[in-house]
């Protein structure tokens, strides 16, 4: 397995390099906003670089994908404070958590994509009506000829399905509040 | 996993997403509300956001991260956050609940547009348009791409088989394409057309969305038809624009001739006529125009004619790929006359706005260019 030195400055610049675009991506997909997820991975990557003494992870793209979400989490949650997880502790609970759980972001996106085809063809289409092409409920319930009420509750049991099949959006916010 | 779904008003939920929001709704929240508009949050931006990887360069984030400056973070509440994301979504106007540090160093809208243009060949294989020329032989066409030009040569094998491939052009871009019977084609920002790699029946036929220039090679034996979501373009070896963007749609004829076909109807252009054609109440009509006004995009030049700021916006969203909130909405009435030949970026365009109104301030944040009085 691939153990990097961080240590070791070039090694640093190589983990940086390539694993900055993809930890952005996953804060962004948490808080919304480019220069306040690019904040966090730069954060992120300070509080390594400060801890590179104590840093011996051996995936580093689990243990940072996991730390920028949480942290992107946190930061939603509590104002604007960005918390990173020592990195000691990761090593502890790599044995609670299965690494089969670290999925990236591409796969996580293909799963929501394969979830979304498999809602009833006439739910999917209002889903991406109003998630995709942004429409109003009202204007989806005009284009398609049903009541908006309908609509709603298509959307609202989208919602319902999707959070059970894709439930990584949910699940590492509960193993959060189990920090103290 | 089961979530406390009791505790859940999904009306006042569904209604926030829809758009509907006040701060009042969002204060009283419960747990599991909060949650679930999270989600709901993070799966619309998974949906929505193609191509992420392109908006965080390297580069830029190890030059930041060498110069380690101190990051400079405005303190949001996660309601007045999670808000802010939502207005962002619904594309709403108001920005009352974001709250910004003064002491940030104003942005330039100087970016670069975060998506490339690309093709998408009928073997499922995906041409990016960048900056290195790619040549790709396809049965009896070559195609050679570069970043703002695709050209389908025929060449001499004889495979008869047609494919369909599809130019996709993204905000803030601009192609020239030359299709493999000489026809070129300029398509505009945010448009896509689906076009056989080779032409061998009677008829030569497109399918346009967005906004294209067309300079069709003459052939009297094979039409050329632009077709769209409300009308076809029957073309007769002619030089013409059709911007089918919206709800009308513009079909501007420069020189030739050509055949309007909406459903019902067939209308023959004159050179200088508009034919415009709402899909919705299905609605014609003939007007005589400038039509430099209407093709002066596809050399680059930005024109407009007593046109309200909003339109322009509009116009400059597609070409620039930014978006524009109006903290002012008086301001989208005000009505500009703008010749602009190749404006480099769009901070020269705001600047000159800005100097020919003299109250009109832009302000950059990302991606977003926000407009008030000054």
């Known amino acids: 397995m691939f153990q990097p030195d961080i240590n070791r400055s070039e090694n640093f610049e190589e983990l940086f390099r390539l694993h900055y675009s993809n930890l952005c991506v996953t804060a962004y997909y948490v808080v919304g906003d480019e220069e306040t997820a690019k904040d966090i991975v730069q954060d992120f990557f300070l509080y390594c670089w400060n801890k590179r003494n104590a840093l011996s992870i051996a995936n580093f793209a689990s243990y940072a994908s996991r730390s920028v979400r949480n942290a992107s989490l946190n930061y939603i949650k509590k104002a604007g404070r960005i918390d990173f997880e020592p990195p000691e502790t990761i090593v502890v609970r790599a044995e609670q958590i299965p690494d089969e759980d670290y999925q990236p972001d591409e796969s996580k996106n293909a799963a929501l994509w394969a979830a979304i085809s498999r809602l009833p063809e006439q739910r999917q289409r209002i889903f991406l009506m109003s998630n995709k092409d942004e429409l109003k409920y009202k204007d989806i319930a005009d284009k398609l000829g049903i009541s908006i009420n309908t609509v709603k509750t298509q959307i609202k049991l989208a919602y319902q399905f999707l959070r059970k099949e894709c439930d990584w959006v949910i699940k590492i916010l509960i193993f959060i509040n189990f920090l103290p | ?374």
């Open chain 2, 1 to 374: 996993m089961e979530h406390a779904d009791k505790n859940i008003d999904w009306d006042k939920l569904l209604a926030l997403s829809d758009g509907d929001l006040s701060g009042e709704d969002i204060m009283n929240l419960t747990e599991e509300e909060r949650e679930q508009l999270r989600v709901a949050v993070e799966l619309k931006l998974r949906i929505k956001e193609e191509q992420l990887l392109a908006r965080f360069p390297v580069e830029e984030g190890w030059k930041r991260f060498q110069n380690r400056p101190k990051v400079h973070r405005t303190i949001f509440s996660y309601w007045k956050m999670a808000a802010a994301i939502l207005l962002l979504l619904t594309s709403s106007i108001t920005v009352w609940l974001f709250t910004t540090k003064k002491t940030q160093t104003p942005q330039l809208a100087n970016y670069t547009p975060s998506h490339k243009a690309e093709i998408r060949l009928a073997n499922g294989k995906v041409l990016v348009l960048c900056d290195s020329a790619e040549t790709e032989k396809q049965g009896i066409v070559d195609i050679k791409a570069t970043n703002n030009a695709v050209v389908y040569a025929a060449n001499n094998a004889s495979n008869t088989t047609v494919r369909v491939d599809t130019l996709i052009v993204p905000r803030g871009n601009k192609v020239s394409l030359e299709l493999s019977d000489g026809t070129k084609v300029t398509l505009n920002a945010a448009s896509s057309l689906i076009f056989p790699s080779s032409f061998n029946g009677n008829t030569r036929s497109v399918t346009l969305t967005g906004e294209g220039y067309f300079e069709v090679n003459g052939n009297e034996n094979s039409p050329f038809i632009v077709q769209t979501a409300g009308i076809n373009v029957k073309v007769l070896g002619t030089a013409f624009n059709v911007n089918a963007y919206d709800q009308t749609i513009y079909t501007t004829l420069v020189n030739g001739k050509v055949q309007v076909a909406t459903p019902g109807k067939l209308t023959v252009l004159k050179p200088g006529e508009q034919h415009l054609y709402d899909i919705t109440d299905r609605k014609e009509e003939i007007t005589k125009v400038e039509t430099p006004l209407y093709t002066a995009w596809q050399e680059g030049i930005v024109y407009f004619e007593h046109s309200s700021l909003l339109s322009i916006t509009k116009v400059l969203s597609r070409d620039y790929d930014y978006d524009f909130v109006f903290n002012d909405k008086e301001l989208m009435d005000a009505q500009f006359r703008l010749e602009i030949p190749h404006p480099t970026s769009l901070q020269l365009l705001l600047d000159q706005i800005s100097r020919i109104s003299g109250n009109i301030t832009f302000t950059v944040k990302n991606r977003v260019v926000y407009i008030d009085k000054k």
